[in-house]
């Protein structure tokens, strides 16, 4: 990360003074803790001050439950978009160092060892990523049963509450971190609530492990830990290369299982729950070499094979594009980019441009449009520019930025032109819009139970169709007034209304993108069901025309032909207690080619690493092999446009 927050000012060297920060990560009640005291006592760590239960995030309204809807701690690598969450929180851990002798660091000190063993984290492995590309994780193994015996101690107690007045929750004060589908937890038995918590971050925490190098993480098994401390403590400084010292471990005791014994029936009771993840963590300190991914050496970007944009496609996709003459623009604001899909002599390439978190994109005529997190890009397909480029005589199109609008963080979800505006999904504050040069944005109309303009995300609005060149139809996955409200019924809350009556069209949905009119029918991604199907506007209903294997969201059409975009979806309260998260275990990141006359899936582009989420898909027809202009490069400061009047007094 590159950005620098206003807060930095006040630590010059926030951005770069850590080298490989060390977070341990374990469930609740797993021993984290005690392993992060004893590393704690070596020369070379730095812990941050501060309550436990991360009040540094907490403080900031990006990264805190309060400030998104009382989610979750969940946070994801897209996350770390834009200049505070990544700055910011640089300069709040920074502002707090200390080491084992209480010391701070100069201010001028860089490559400092952070250690961090906020029990949210093992929710945020990805985020940490982001923030800190050199961070290594340590996960403590702790055999469930005495992990949740402690957990209900520590609910019962009151010792770890962390959200003591949760909007919405009428159990026990909330303790330890937030997990995703809390909410799905109230008037549940504590011993479920405890199971569930525990299992929900396991999930979480070996899927992003499992995701991550072999040699940026280890194990450690909480017994042998409390066996032999020395033993163990020199090995994970062996291994995260901290400084090792004959005082640490000393204040690490074998422990006594007397609390397991105590709350053993109550445990017993959900026990068996935890089955599959423990087998799975039980493998990983078993035989962690064996189960952990093989360490790579350094990737080359460029090759096809180890690049972490790499993909992989059907082999008849080329003849696809070749046969429609066309090629797609895929939008992953998951990694910031905008991605053109073209056949590329015998096979297909993925040409990637950086943008902020880029959503909606809409095409009309030589005019691209693209939605980011502040911003709506407007580009010019250039076609004198086409003898310039490299290699000649390969590109039809060369789109080029003529302007950029800036809206402040909207959530800019879809985006489309209609008659002669450019009409925006504004997620934000519930309604859509279109831009003067006066505003950030022009409100054009809003759901009828939305009874203000809020930056409040109340109904998530996220989708628009364009029927004879006037906006007809927006998707929405609830009907809440409240911030953040639609959340609480995503799973089945969703509906299609008509935007000239303000009347609901299709009610009931799992938790609807892209609609589309197409062929005289109206289209819809049921994205909580992964599907794709045709709106019956007369009864309500929709005809599933195809199940795909992942989230869907992004279409577009040509002939026959849907290109539908599929995410993986992680565990998250955003995304979590869905029929497809139920339906499948894993999900795959990519575009799907459905025949809609067939339901017949029929080609597929997937990618493999680190693209993970798809938002937008849009075709373009006549189009085969487009380029979009790279800031800064000489398609843009060295190439000139004018009138034809300018033209012919110069010839």
Same mark, same amino acid.
């Given at each position: 990360?590159?950005?620098?927050?206003? $807060?930095?000012?006040?630590?010059?060297?926030?951005?770069?003074?850590?080298?490989?920060?060390?977070?341990?990560?374990?469930?609740?009640?797993?021993?984290?803790?005690?392993?992060?005291?004893?590393?704690?006592?070596?020369?070379?760590?730095?812990?941050?001050?501060?309550?436990?239960?991360?009040?540094?995030?907490?403080?900031?309204? !990006?990264?805190?439950?309060?400030?998104?809807?009382?989610?979750?701690?969940?946070?994801?690598?897209?996350?770390?978009?834009?200049?505070?969450?990544? @700055?910011?929180?640089?300069?709040?851990?920074?502002?707090?160092?200390?080491?084992?002798?209480?010391?701070?660091?100069?201010?001028?000190?860089? $490559?400092?060892?952070?250690?961090?063993?906020?029990?949210?984290?093992?929710?945020?492995?990805?985020?940490?990523?982001?923030?800190?590309?050199?961070?290594?994780?340590?996960?403590?193994?702790?055999?469930?049963?005495?992990?949740?015996?402690?957990?209900?101690?520590?609910?019962?107690?009151?010792?770890?509450?962390?959200?003591?007045?949760?909007?919405?929750?009428?159990?026990?004060?909330?303790?330890?971190?937030?997990?995703?589908?809390?909410?799905?937890?109230?008037?549940?038995?504590?011993?479920?609530?405890?199971?569930?918590?525990?299992?929900?971050?396991?999930?979480?925490?070996?899927?992003?492990?499992?995701?991550?190098?072999?040699?940026?993480?280890?194990?450690?098994?909480?017994?042998?830990?409390?066996?032999?401390?020395?033993?163990?403590?020199?090995?994970?400084?062996?291994?995260?290369?901290?400084?090792?010292?004959?005082?640490?471990?000393?204040?690490?005791?074998?422990?006594?299982?007397?609390?397991?014994?105590?709350?053993? !029936?109550?445990?017993?009771?959900?026990?068996?729950?935890?089955?599959?993840?423990?087998?799975?963590?039980?493998?990983?300190?078993?035989?962690?070499?064996?189960?952990?991914?093989?360490?790579?050496?350094?990737?080359?970007?460029?090759?096809?094979?180890?690049?972490?944009?790499?993909?992989?496609?059907?082999?008849?996709?080329?003849?696809?594009?070749?046969?429609?003459?066309?090629?797609?623009?895929?939008?992953?604001?998951?990694?910031?980019?905008?991605?053109?899909?073209?056949?590329?002599?015998?096979?297909?390439?993925?040409?990637?441009?950086?943008?902020?978190?880029?959503?909606?994109?809409?095409?009309?005529?030589?005019?691209?449009?693209?939605?980011?997190?502040?911003?709506?890009?407007?580009?010019?397909?250039?076609?004198?520019?086409?003898?310039?480029?490299?290699?000649?005589?390969?590109?039809?199109?060369?789109?080029?930025?003529?302007?950029?609008?800036?809206?402040? #963080?909207?959530?800019?979800?879809?985006?489309?032109?209609?008659? #002669?505006?450019?009409?925006?999904?504004?997620?934000?504050?519930?309604?859509?819009?279109?831009?003067?040069?006066?505003?950030?944005?022009?409100?054009?109309?809003?759901?009828?139970?939305?009874?203000?303009?809020?930056?409040?995300?109340?109904?998530?609005?996220?989708?628009? !169709?364009?029927?004879?060149?006037?906006?007809?139809?927006?998707?929405?996955?609830?009907?809440?007034?409240?911030?953040? @409200?639609?959340?609480?019924?995503?799973?089945?809350?969703?509906?299609?209304?008509?935007?000239?009556?303000?009347?609901?069209?299709?009610?009931?949905?799992?938790?609807?993108?892209?609609?589309?009119?197409?062929? $005289?029918?109206?289209?819809?991604?049921?994205? @909580?069901?992964?599907?794709?199907?045709?709106?019956?506007?007369?009864?309500?209903?929709?005809?599933?025309?195809?199940?795909?294997?992942?989230?869907?969201?992004?279409?577009?059409?040509?002939?026959?032909?849907?290109?539908?975009?599929?995410?993986?979806?992680?565990?998250?309260?955003?995304?979590?207690?869905?029929?497809?998260?139920?339906?499948?275990?894993?999900?795959?990141?990519?575009?799907?080619?459905?025949?809609?006359?067939? @339901?017949?899936?029929?080609?597929?582009?997937?990618?493999? $690493?680190?693209?993970?989420?798809?938002?937008?898909?849009?075709?373009?027809?006549?189009?085969?092999?487009?380029?979009?202009?790279?800031?800064?490069?000489?398609?843009?400061?060295?190439?000139?446009?004018?009138?034809?009047?300018?033209?012919?007094?110069?010839?």
């Amino acid at each position: 990360m590159s950005e620098q927050a206003p $807060d930095e000012e006040l630590r010059p060297a926030a951005a770069n003074r850590f080298a490989k920060p060390l977070f341990v990560v374990a469930p609740p009640s797993s021993g984290s803790r005690v392993l992060a005291e004893g590393l704690a006592g070596s020369p070379s760590a730095w812990t941050a001050e501060g309550p436990e239960g991360g009040a540094v995030f907490d403080a900031m309204p !990006a990264l805190s439950p309060a400030g998104r809807g009382w989610d979750s701690n969940r946070l994801n690598a897209t996350d770390t978009l834009g200049p505070e969450p990544g @700055g910011r929180l640089r300069s709040l851990i920074s502002a707090g160092l200390r080491n084992a002798a209480g010391e701070h660091p100069a201010d001028e000190a860089t $490559d400092l060892r952070l250690l961090d063993a906020t029990p949210a984290n093992a929710l945020r492995i990805p985020f940490l990523l982001g923030v800190f590309p050199q961070a290594m994780f340590v996960y403590v193994y702790r055999d469930p049963r005495e992990s949740l015996a402690g957990m209900l101690e520590g609910w019962q107690s009151g010792r770890h509450v962390s959200y003591p007045e949760l909007p919405g929750w009428d159990g026990p004060p909330w303790s330890y971190p937030l997990t995703p589908e809390w909410r799905a937890l109230s008037g549940k038995s504590l011993p479920e609530i405890c199971v569930s918590q525990w299992t929900m971050t396991m999930r979480i925490l070996l899927g992003d492990l499992e995701k991550i190098p072999a040699d940026r993480w280890c194990v450690v098994d909480f017994a042998a830990l409390r066996a032999d401390p020395k033993t163990e403590l020199r090995r994970l400084c062996d291994f995260t290369r901290l400084e090792w010292s004959e005082t640490m471990g000393a204040t690490i005791g074998r422990g006594a299982p007397e609390t397991w014994r105590r709350r053993e !029936a109550e445990v017993e009771q959900v026990i068996a729950e935890t089955s599959e993840l423990a087998t799975r963590a039980r493998e990983l300190v078993a035989e962690p070499a064996a189960a952990k991914p093989k360490a790579k050496g350094p990737i080359d970007p460029n090759s096809p094979t180890e690049s972490p944009l790499r993909s992989v496609n059907s082999a008849n996709l080329v003849d696809i594009l070749d046969q429609l003459q066309s090629s797609l623009l895929v939008s992953t604001y998951q990694t910031g980019k905008l991605v053109a899909i073209r056949k590329d002599g015998a096979g297909v390439n993925t040409h990637f441009r950086q943008f902020e978190s880029p959503m909606g994109i809409d095409v009309r005529g030589g005019r691209m449009a693209v939605g980011t997190r502040s911003q709506v890009w407007e580009y010019h397909n250039v076609p004198s520019l086409l003898d310039k480029l490299q290699p000649p005589g390969k590109h039809d199109a060369c789109f080029v930025p003529r302007r950029t609008h800036y809206t402040g #963080d909207i959530r800019i979800h879809e985006i489309a032109y209609a008659a #002669d505006d450019l009409w925006i999904v504004n997620t934000r504050f519930s309604c859509l819009c279109t831009l003067d040069a006066d505003h950030s944005f022009v409100p054009r109309w809003r759901p009828p139970f939305i009874t203000k303009y809020a930056a409040e995300d109340r109904c998530h609005l996220n989708g628009l !169709a364009v029927v004879d060149d006037q906006v007809k139809y927006v998707s929405m996955l609830g009907t809440s007034d409240e911030a953040g @409200g639609w959340r609480e019924n995503k799973a089945r809350g969703g509906q299609i209304m008509d935007v000239p009556s303000s009347e609901p069209v299709i009610t009931g949905l799992s938790m609807p993108h892209s609609p589309r009119w197409y062929r $005289d029918k109206l289209w819809v991604l049921e994205s @909580g069901e992964g599907s794709i199907g045709v709106c019956d506007l007369d009864t309500g209903k929709v005809e599933t025309v195809a199940q795909l294997p992942g989230f869907t969201r992004g279409l577009s059409f040509l002939g026959p032909l849907a290109f539908i975009g599929l995410s993986e979806v992680r565990e998250s309260s955003t995304f979590g207690g869905l029929p497809l998260t139920g339906r499948l275990e894993e999900r795959q990141c990519g575009v799907w080619v459905v025949n809609i006359e067939t @339901g017949q899936t029929i080609a597929f582009l997937r990618f493999e $690493d680190l693209v993970q989420e798809i938002f937008a898909v849009h075709a373009l027809p006549g189009v085969r092999f487009p380029e979009i202009a790279e800031h800064g490069s000489d398609a843009i400061n060295l190439t000139f446009v004018l009138p034809d009047e300018a033209l012919a007094e110069s010839a």
